[in-house]
């Protein structure tokens, strides 16, 4: 089987003295994509809540040659994702890749101690804030990468539904954050016009990928079906997944290419809604006020004071 820096076309690309943070790297794609960035010669900071899966990670990292080490937090908090983000910039002198992976699928219904909806929280605002307070330790040229997915489509930003979880849909609320994601990473690209050094944001869609992890949060015999999918030929694999992180992430092909949602390892149009810069701005805003702090970026909108 390929690996996903093969499949991506980066096997050649020399990221020694690359600094990487990987969310939700204890596992799935998250996983795979940080031991490529190890094989090419970064240094990777591994992310997840399990210490020992996230231990195993940095053994497989160290034995390729990287510097790695692993750091826990829970996106529902934060201040866990504080002190990650904290971590992260004590343990190096800046950070040259952002993999945004973190997130799940949540079948109950529950608010987190903000009051927002917990999918919600997790897979945008944990991102959204971790982004927020790394901003200034990005280096010039650096990539920040933010897994959304196709579930994005037939969404339309609704931040009424955040703040309540009557009437829960894990369906809607799993597709209306990876909106949020697609929205967020767009948003940014333009607001990081501002900052004096060179930053790009992108997202991806990772495809379907039964052998993820990610089946283990749809109810009833799903999980079991997903994982009989692992054996079929048209079914994405994990390390297809992680070359979709690696294509915006490391590849000199897109060092320049900002704003953009990536799906099939190339930029593809996402929904109508996604499009927004409306609703994008306003996610922003939101967002912030959800968190209780003040937005990030100021708006670069022509017009905008």
């Not at 109508?272 to 912030?288: G, K, M, N």
Request: include cysteine.
């Amino acid at each position: 089987m390929s690996r996903p820096e093969e499949i991506a076309g980066v096997e050649g690309v020399d990221c020694d003295g690359v600094q990487a943070l990987v969310t939700g790297s204890t596992s799935g794609i998250g996983r795979a994509a940080a031991l490529a960035l190890g094989r090419l010669g970064a240094d990777v900071i591994v992310h997840g809540r399990d210490r020992s899966a996230g231990d195993a990670v940095v053994d497989e990292l160290e034995a390729t040659g990287s510097d790695a080490r692993f750091v826990p937090a829970d996106f529902a908090d934060p201040d866990s994702v504080r002190d990650l983000a904290a971590t992260v910039r004590e343990a190096t002198d800046g950070l040259d890749v952002l993999i945004n992976n973190a997130g799940g699928f949540f079948r109950e219904g529950r608010r987190t101690d903000l009051g927002v909806e917990y999918t919600f929280h997790v897979n945008h605002l944990g991102p959204y804030l971790l982004t927020a307070e790394l901003l200034d330790h990005l280096t010039d040229g650096s990539r920040v990468v933010t897994t959304a997915s196709a579930a994005h489509r037939g969404s339309e930003l609704d931040l009424t539904r955040v703040r309540t979880v009557e009437d829960y849909s894990a369906t809607w609320a799993y597709g209306h954050s990876k909106l949020a994601n697609v929205l967020f990473a767009a948003e940014l690209a333009k607001r990081v016009e501002t900052l004096d050094r060179s930053v790009v944001s992108n997202s991806i869609h990772p495809g379907a990928i039964p052998g993820s992890g990610f089946s283990r949060f749809l109810p009833g015999p799903l999980p079991r079906a997903l994982q009989a999918l692992d054996a079929l030929p048209f079914v994405t694999s994990v390390a297809d997944g992680a070359a979709e992180l690696l294509v915006p992430a490391v590849s000199p092909e897109t060092a320049d290419v900002t704003g953009k949602y990536f799906a099939d390892r190339r930029p593809t149009e996402p929904s109508r809604a996604a499009r927004d810069a409306t609703a994008a701005r306003r996610l922003w805003e939101v967002s912030a006020d959800l968190l209780g702090i003040d937005p990030p970026l100021p708006d670069a909108s022509p017009g905008s004071e």
